[in-house]
């Protein structure tokens, strides 16, 4: 049974930091390029940043470039998110997604940047 669980979500200040993960099993993890997605209310689900299977190839939204960064731990089947100078924009709900031939989402978690 494939499962992708993130955690990590939750309230974040203006300038503060959070870090995402995501817990990958019941699939080959190491050769599945792995994405980080967000949602916020009333707007589309947008890439947020993606890694390539090896972590050797690794891009971002001009939006969170140079303050987020994605990174994979395919000994332990994780990926993660390190988001640092949060800004009330990043208010949203984060998905995890791993793509191959097959597309797999996790169910998200929320996080709310506020003061």
């Known amino acids: 049974q494939v499962q992708l669980v993130e955690s990590g979500g939750g309230l974040g200040q203006p300038g503060g930091s959070l870090r995402l993960s995501c817990a990958a099993s019941?699939?080959?993890?190491?050769?599945?390029?792995m994405s980080w997605y967000r949602q916020a209310p009333g707007k589309e689900r947008e890439l947020v940043a993606s890694i390539s299977r090896t972590g050797d190839i690794i891009n971002y939204a001009n939006s969170v470039k140079g303050r987020f960064t994605i990174s994979r731990d395919n000994a332990k089947n994780t990926v993660s998110l390190q988001m640092n100078s949060l800004k009330p924009e990043d208010t949203a709900v984060y998905y995890c997604?791993?793509?191959?031939?097959?597309?797999?989402w996790g169910q998200g978690t929320q996080v709310t940047v506020s003061s």
């Open positions: 019941g699939f080959t993890f190491s050769t599945y390029v």
């Open positions: 997604k791993a793509t191959l031939l097959m597309v797999y």
